[in-house]
């Protein structure tokens, strides 16, 4: 199968980039990690393709005010450096070495992750999880929707065909915060059966803030956060990691409850180590 015949629209301007999109039957290429596949199989079918890789005031990755400012542009293996400092760093070092092979990485970008919204994708749950926001840019001005409440469903999304993901904000992970990630997959390069992501902030040995968040307990990913009240307010012990496993699976998930269980508790053990 050949892919349809599309127009090609090389922008040059993020003026530009917004007219083209502003009609809604365009699909945006960045890293086209997705896209190109879907264009191939006919499963994407837009009239327009706009080519965002020369707008490079996209590509933007600044930290000011506690807050990661990631762009559209910024490809997956940046975060593979010491680009970012500290525990947010950590988690995305930690993340970013899962996301398909090297190839990918280098081509691939964060918020076309986020806007592909595959049910098992690793950067949807880091997001959902540290409790990011997304902004929205079309043509009647831009709308910032939490990425809790941005994915809707398997490859689905409250962005509307017409609007650009601008900006992805990722709170910076105050000190003392340990980061863990521990994923189920067949083999290499593909998306993982299940996956656990945690990020735990210890004072005074007791924990003050955590954050667990699950892939595939659900059609997109989901903040466990049953088992954070358990974690909250107690030592960073076995039996409270054990404890948080447990609840973090009472949340009826469809998909292999015993390797959810598994997986929170390594992905907790891990963070633990960091604290």
């Known amino acids: 199968m050949t892919a349809a015949a599309v127009d090609y629209v090389a922008a040059g301007s993020y003026d530009e980039v917004r007219a083209a999109l502003a009609d809604g039957d365009a699909s945006v290429l960045a890293g086209g990690q997705s896209l190109v596949h879907d264009l191939a199989r006919r499963t994407a079918l837009p009239r327009r393709l706009v ?27 940046v975060f593979e450096s010491s680009a970012v400092g500290g525990a947010l760093g950590d988690l995305l070092r930690l993340v970013v070495r899962n996301i398909g092979h090297p190839p990918v990485r280098a081509r691939g970008t964060m918020l076309g992750s986020l806007a592909y919204a595959h049910p098992a994708a690793e950067w949807p749950v880091m997001a959902v999880t540290v409790g990011a926001d997304i902004d929205l840019t079309g043509p009647d001005g831009t709308r910032t929707v ?7 469903g398997p490859f689905t999304t409250v962005r509307r ?51 667990i968040g699950l892939v595939n307990a659900g059609p997109c990913p989901i903040r466990a956060r049953q088992a954070e009240r358990v974690l909250i307010g107690t030592s960073f012990s076995d039996s409270a990691i054990i404890a948080a496993a447990d609840a973090a699976v009472r949340l009826d998930a469809e998909f292999a409850p015993h390797a959810l269980r598994a997986l929170t508790r390594r992905a907790l053990t891990q963070a633990r180590e960091g604290t």
């Open 51 to 77: 080519d965002i890789n020369r707008v490079t005031e996209l590509a933007t990755l600044t930290e000011t005010d506690g807050v990661l400012r990631v762009g559209p542009l910024v490809r997956h293996r």
């Open 161 to 211: 065909p017409e609007e650009l993901l601008a900006e992805v904000r990722l709170p910076v992970l105050p000190a003392g915060t340990g980061t863990g990630y521990a994923e189920d997959r067949r083999g290499p390069g593909i998306y993982p059966e299940a996956a656990v992501l945690a990020a735990v902030t210890v004072v005074d040995d007791v924990i003050t803030a955590a954050a």
């Open 146 to 152: 939490a990425a809790e409440r941005f994915f809707t």
